[in-house]
């Protein structure tokens, strides 16, 4: 599958920093595929922590390839928020979805699948699945 093709993904968190670092780690980790669309909407405009609709749009729209957007959020607000838009009718791309998935995790494993050239079901199911993977 094509870059042009690719499914998108955006991380949302309270923090910049915390949405930058574990899309280092996804990109670190999918390494040797074809490179994923992939943005960060953390914090608030003003660089606090918090959620911003129009960070959360504006990556939304940075990563539309076409083939839809994967969003992860990390908790509270930022899935609240990410749920408006998408309750809002042409505020984020077409085939644009809300991704049921630990964070880190879930990012991960969206990454890694995207980069393989899988559609936006296939990405949100493969994020999803990291719910049940066990650390003991």
């Given amino acids: 599958m094509t870059t042009e093709?690719?499914?998108?993904?955006?991380?949302?968190?309270?923090?910049?920093?915390v949405a930058e670092s574990v899309a280092e780690?996804?990109?670190?980790?999918?390494?040797?595929?074809?490179?994923?669309?992939?943005?960060?909407?953390?914090?608030t405009l003003d660089g606090g922590?918090?959620?911003?609709a129009e960070l959360i749009v504006a990556?939304?729209?940075s990563v539309d390839r076409g083939a839809g957007v994967a969003l992860l959020a990390d908790l509270?607000?930022?899935?609240?928020?990410?749920?408006?838009?998408?309750?809002?009718?042409?505020?984020?791309?077409?085939?644009t979805v809300l991704v049921d998935a630990p964070f880190v995790e879930g990012a991960v494993s969206a990454v890694v699948t995207?980069?393989?050239?899988?559609?936006v079901e296939a990405v949100a199911a493969s994020a999803?699945?990291?719910?049940?993977?066990?650390k003991t």
């Fill in 76 to 95: 509270g607000s930022s899935v609240l928020t990410v749920k408006a838009l998408l309750a809002e009718e042409g505020e984020l791309p077409e085939g």
């Fill in 59 to 61: 990556a939304a729209r």
């Fill in 49 to 52: 922590l918090g959620t911003s």
């Fill in 5 to 17: 093709a690719q499914v998108g993904i955006v991380l949302v968190s309270h923090s910049a920093q």
């Fill in 25 to 43: 780690l996804a990109r670190g980790l999918a390494a040797g595929g074809p490179p994923v669309p992939l943005a960060t909407a953390g914090g």
């Fill in 128 to 134: 999803a699945e990291a719910y049940t993977y066990r």
């Fill in 114 to 119: 995207a980069s393989a050239g899988a559609g």
